[in-house]
């Protein structure tokens, strides 16, 4: 029997998509008993322009950590990360000190958001100092 992952981690951004990714690493842990981080990047851009005062970065925070709170309760016995960065860089740099071995994540993201920010699953791909696990988004014609 193979072995299972000691750390899976799973890249959420809050749509069907990303549900789709939290279901997949939900299945694969369950194949052991590894630990499983559910990991979100707010990205400095939203918050750090001085048009936002500081109440609504705190409201931002505080929904972002109620939303993360909901997210670890559909996978119990994980826990939930917030980071702050380039989603993509953000995230490696965060496995590689936390020892994930395994990164779920789904494999396509808007047009919009990749002609902006570039492929989060190819950076992911090519830089996680892990195993990577590309779910595909959910089929938006069913």
């Known amino acids: ?8 981690a799973c890249c959420l951004d ?3 998509a990303g549900n789709a990714a939290l279901a997949a690493a939900i299945r694969t842990r369950s194949l052991g008993d590894g630990a499983l981080t559910l990991v979100h990047v707010m990205e400095p851009g939203i918050t750090a322009y001085s048009g936002y ?15 993360m709170e909901q997210m670890v309760a559909l ?9 702050e960065g380039h ?4 995230t490696v740099d965060w496995a590689r000190g936390a020892g994930v071995d395994l990164l779920v994540a789904v494999r396509h993201r808007g047009a919009v958001e990749h002609l ?4 989060f699953a190819q950076h992911l791909a090519y830089n996680a100092p892990c195993t990577v696990m590309l779910v595909h ?3 938006a014609t069913g």
Request: glycine share 8%.
């Open 116 to 119: 902006l920010l570039g492929s």
């Open 87 to 90: 989603p993509a860089t953000a």
């Open 75 to 83: 996978a119990p016995g994980s826990e939930g990360i917030l980071l």
């Open 14 to 16: 809050g749509s069907p």
């Open 53 to 67: 005062s500081s109440d609504e970065i705190n409201d931002d925070l505080h929904e972002a950590r109620a939303w």
């Open 1 to 8: 029997m193979a072995e299972s992952y000691a750390h899976i």
């Open 137 to 139: 988004p959910p089929d």
